[in-house]
């Protein structure tokens, strides 16, 4: 249920994007590039595939914790409404920690990797994540929401999030105190150093409010990673990190640095020869000198 919901947005998904493309196109915009584009759809292919696999494991490890269910929500539309509030709190920490641990962000770098900002970007998903989600939504299970409600709400939320990834659209008033919002969004694709690690939020931006990971957007976006790879290749776009990471670790000088490599925030490193997001801010710089094994975006 869940993915079929996805896929039946797909269509629309492509009208949207033809019609930002000609409007972009027709302004003057800096909007899409074909490359760029294709990587994305590439990645979207890739996360649908990947999902249509993991669908089947999604649903029964979520029905083996509903076994343990503490009570019974019910139906109707109140408790629609309490899972999707609840999906996105869920889907805010999933986001929040696939940036501050850098194994989970070696799963979800690539949809920051691009340096353009249009609908196509919303599409360059992991090829990873559907793996590392399985750590984050079983509370809703044990909470007593029914496993496929649970994946529906997960689904409505990703299609959700399609949207907000344009220029386009403005700020959009007192919207902006609640929802997540293209505005937002922006702002958690920059490499500027105030917008890193910054708007998580999947549908309700109060949980950055809430947890002060929240920032507006002033200064003009500068998109992508803070050492962006320049590459078009779907393959190198997916896996960089991975490997990256992985290199560290392995040339670690003692067993705590290679799990620190692995656990500690993306730029750790024991010497401080490349930075954390916070570590930037703190210094006031993001020119770090780093192999790409520490590229680092929102």
């Not at 249509?52 to 009570?71: E, Q």
């Not at 008033?173 to 997540?180: K, M, Q, Y």
């Not at 560290?248 to 003692?254: I, L, N, P, V």
């Not at 710089?285 to 680092?296: E, G, N």
Request: glycine share 4%; hydrophobic share 45%.
């Amino acid at each position: 249920m869940d993915l079929d919901l996805t896929i039946l947005a797909i269509p629309a998904f492509v009208l949207l994007m033809v019609a930002e493309a000609t409007i972009t196109s027709s302004r003057r915009i800096h909007g899409y590039e074909p490359r760029d584009t294709a990587t994305s759809l590439i990645m979207g292919i890739g996360n649908v595939l990947l999902n249509l696999v993991m669908k089947s494991a999604h649903y029964v490890f979520l029905a083996m914790v509903a076994n343990y269910a503490l009570i019974d929500v019910g139906t109707g539309w109140l408790p629609w409404l309490v899972l999707l509030v609840a999906t996105d709190f869920c889907y805010y920490w999933f986001h929040r920690l696939h940036h501050e641990v850098r194994f989970l962000w070696a799963a979800h770098v690539n949809h920051h990797s691009s340096r353009r900002y249009n609908l196509s970007t919303a599409l360059r998903q992991s090829w990873t994540t559907p793996f590392t989600s399985l750590l984050f939504y079983w509370p809703l299970a044990l909470i007593g929401f029914e496993p496929m409600h649970i994946l529906a709400a997960s689904a409505l939320n990703t299609v959700y999030q399609f949207w907000i990834h344009t220029e386009l659209i403005g700020t959009m008033g007192p919207l902006e105190w609640i929802f997540n919002t293209p505005s937002h969004h922006r702002v958690h694709h920059g490499r500027n150093i105030e917008y890193l690690d910054r708007n998580y939020a999947g549908i309700f931006i109060v949980w950055d409010r809430l947890f002060r990971s929240f920032e507006p957007e002033a200064a003009a976006v500068d998109y992508g990673l803070t050492k962006n790879i320049d590459t078009y290749n779907p393959l190198r776009v997916a896996f960089h990190e991975w490997s990256a990471m992985l290199r560290d670790a392995a040339r670690a000088d003692t067993w705590t640095d290679a799990v620190n490599y692995i656990l500690q925030p993306p730029g750790w490193s024991p010497d401080g020869s490349t930075l954390t997001a916070p570590q930037m801010r703190e210094q006031g710089t993001t020119a770090v000198v780093c192999p790409p094994a520490a590229a680092r975006t929102v």
